[in-house]
């Protein structure tokens, strides 16, 4: 069982809704991230949360707005999407120090029409 | 920075062969390798890492991988597939600096019965 929990698992959605995805961990881990993967793609990073503020930014369109409520927590507001955003989110924690091994969630297939 | 190079983006091999996947990363200080694998529609999981120490490590699933440093390479290794190996699997560095995780194109591994 994974120990980052991601939903929806799916979502399909229309290039004018607002949607978030969400993801949550309870490992007390305090760097989070997500990380964009389309097929036959290894995953892309797009945010880093390090004791809840924003510390990467990998030029992610603004399409794409990121939160941190609190150390447990994450989520991705989506508004006026591309088709070409249709991917899988991936979701991941990991300590601030040392290896910083990731833990990766199950994912949120995200499908824009 | 980092970067690494997985050699191989499909490797078909039959059921209770030895598999070996390959990888090499290019850093200019110290690293930390990890292999993770992605089954059809999942997230990411953690198979094995490389910190320190021993330059052979072992994983799960019967996975192992050896670290050599003068080769910048950290191949992938089982001596028996089973079908339910069938997966995409990713080699990852990270340097010591807590810099972010770098993938490599990641492997397609098809165990043929």
């Known amino acids: 069982d994974t120990e980052v929990t991601q939903t929806p698992k799916h979502l399909v959605m229309g290039m004018t809704n607002k949607k978030s995805l969400k993801c949550e961990q309870h490992m007390g881990h305090r760097a989070m991230y997500w990380y964009k993967q389309k097929a036959k793609k290894p995953p892309e990073l797009m945010f880093v949360?390090?004791?809840?503020?924003?510390?990467i930014n990998e030029s992610v369109p603004s399409r794409f707005s990121p939160e941190c409520p609190n150390s447990s927590l994450l989520n991705l507001h989506l508004h006026a999407l591309q088709p070409e955003d249709s991917a899988l989110y991936l979701c991941a924690s990991s300590q601030t120090g040392g290896s910083g091994e990731l833990f990766f969630g199950e994912g949120s297939r995200l499908t824009v029409l | 920075a980092q970067s690494v190079t997985q050699l191989d983006s499909q490797v078909p091999v039959f059921e209770e062969a030895p598999v070996e996947l390959r990888c090499n990363y290019s850093?200019?200080?110290?690293?930390?390798l990890f292999w993770y694998v992605q089954y059809p529609n999942q997230g990411l999981q953690l198979l094995l890492k490389y910190l320190s120490g021993s330059t052979l490590v072992k994983g799960i699933n019967g996975f192992e991988a050896e670290f050599n440093k003068s080769q910048t390479s950290f191949h992938l290794r089982k001596p028996s597939v089973h079908i339910s190996d069938t997966a995409e699997y990713f080699c990852?560095?990270?340097?010591?600096?807590?810099?972010?995780?770098?993938f490599g194109k990641g492997t397609r591994l098809s165990v043929i019965a």
């Open positions: 850093s200019s200080v110290s690293v930390y």
């Open positions: 990852a560095v990270r340097g010591t600096g807590n810099t972010p995780l770098v």
């Open positions: 949360y390090s004791y809840e503020k924003l510390s």
